[in-house]
Structure formats: C-alpha cells, structure tokens
C-alpha cells in the first residue's frame, strides 16, 4: 500500500453536530470526537501508562500492549466514566452502557500497523470471545499522543460494515484496501469505532511511539449470542470508585423475547431513536 495515495479524514471533527456523529458511526462506521481529555488529564494518564508492564503481539515486539487495565486504578480506571464520552453514549444508546473491555496499546517506532479486520463477529471468535458476537458495540480510542499520518494513524473502510457481500464476511482480515481512509487526530482526541466495521492502522513510521486506551462499551439491550462471557467478580468491583461501578453491568445482559408475537400488548407508537431524522439533531 502507497500510502501517500490512501485518503486522509483530517476534517475539523468539531464542527459536527451530534446527529452528524451518529451518522458518522452508523453509517460511515466511526468518528472522532476531539479535545476530550485537557493537557493535564493527559499528563496524568501518560504517567500511569507508563508504569505498565506490556507485551508484545505475535507480529511485532513493536506493538505492546495491556489487557484488562479496567482495574489498574487511578486515572486509567477513572477514565471509564469520563463524563463528555458517557453522556454521548447515553444519549447514542438511549439504554444502560454496559462496559465490556478495556486494553492499553503502544505502537513504536518500527510497527508494521495492524491488518484490517472487525471487532465484531456474530458467532465469537477465539481472539474476541463472545464479546464480539454482541450486536452493537462502540469502541471509545483515546490518543494520548497526536495521531499523524507517520505515527500510526487508525485506519478504516467507510461503510464496509454495511456490506452484503463474502467480502463483507467479518471473520475476513485484509492487508490493505484501495478506498481505506487514514484518519489523524491530536493527543486527547478519540476515534469512536463501530465495532462491525473493517479498520486498523497503519505502521508507524515516526519517531515516537503513540499510545492509546481502548474501552468498549454497549447498550444493554445488545448482549452476546451466548451468556459465556466472563464475570466480574466481586473483589475486582469492590476496588472501582463510585462513578465507575454503574457501568460494570453483568456483561452476559442482553434484552430479548424469543417467543414474541406479531402482535404484542401495549405496542409504542413512536420511537425517536429511529427516526429518520436523527442526525439532523444538534
């Protein structure tokens, strides 16, 4: 892949209004939403991140990375219930947030990028889990650090969540793709990602290495396929602060009527979160 062929999102994320981002992450399959996090808060994070011991992928010693830091404590921890991303999943949901994971990553100097592929997969996967299988999920990538077109920079093709075809197939991974977009961002911005839609990113070519912390969150209606996914125990939710423990719903929840009938008592007439006219909202 050139890259200096690849198109570049670098619009300014902050003229978007909110039915505009649910646009974005509906139909486009992600957005970004800018200057979430202060220079202080990022200091803060930086810091912490930076006593973490990491390993490295199978593909490259380059990418290190940290599952389950939802416990580490601290700022890291508290960053699940950063209040400008919760209530924009709250009012994206119109549900519960269930949290579902959370990992820390370093791409170095020297990363080859990470090959195209989904989060989503209907049916689970050894690397996701039953996670996957979820219907609807959005991953929140925090940049602690400015995300560049030489320091790996996250990688996505539009709308390809929307696909009908065998290419579409979620369990599919791709080296690269001809209309793969490559969207920048700085430090303190985060890309919020549908998780069905293919994305990566590119290799890092810089001369720093860019951090980021991944949190996944859904709404509880949209469980997994299987209720096989692992719980919270109950010495791990003892330790989160306050603001944190609303979000650590069992993640098996899911809301469903199997045995639902054509026509149900006490039918709605009305549902604003379909509308059609819910990204001209502000």
Not at 47 to 67: E, G, M, W
């Amino acid at each position: 892949m050139n890259m200096n062929k690849v198109k570049v999102d670098d619009r300014d994320w902050s003229e978007l209004s909110f039915g505009q981002h649910v646009y974005q992450l509906e139909v486009e399959g992600y957005t970004v939403i800018p200057d979430l996090l202060t220079a202080e808060h990022l200091d803060c994070l930086r810091a912490q991140t930076a006593q973490l011991n990491t390993i490295a992928v199978d593909y490259s010693d380059k990418q290190q990375v940290r599952p389950k830091v939802q416990f580490a404590g601290g700022p890291v921890t508290e960053l699940i219930a950063h209040p400008p991303t919760t209530r924009f999943l709250e009012r994206l949901f119109g549900d519960d947030i269930v949290f579902m994971s959370y990992a820390y990553a370093r791409s170095e100097p020297g990363h080859p990028g990470i090959s195209i592929h989904t989060d989503g997969q209907p049916y689970g996967s050894k690397i996701f889990g039953y996670e996957g299988s979820c219907p609807c999920m959005v991953r929140v990538l925090y940049y602690l650090q400015d995300l560049t077109e030489e320091v790996s920079p996250f990688r996505v093709i539009p709308r390809s969540h929307l696909g009908m075809h065998a290419h579409a197939n979620p369990y599919v991974r791709y080296e690269s793709h001809p209309e793969e977009v490559m969207v920048t961002a700085a430090a303190g911005s985060a890309v919020l990602l549908n998780h069905r839609v293919f994305h990566g990113n590119f290799p890092n070519v810089g001369d720093y290495a860019r951090e980021l912390l991944a949190i996944a969150y859904r709404p509880a209606w949209a469980g997994p396929v299987a209720e096989e996914v692992e719980q919270w125990q109950p010495e791990e939710l003892a330790k989160l602060p306050p603001e944190v423990k609303p979000f650590f719903i069992d993640r098996n929840t899911r809301k469903w009527d199997f045995g639902g009938g054509n026509k149900p008592a006490n039918m709605a007439s009305e549902a604003p979160g379909i509308n059609p006219s819910r990204w001209d909202l502000v």
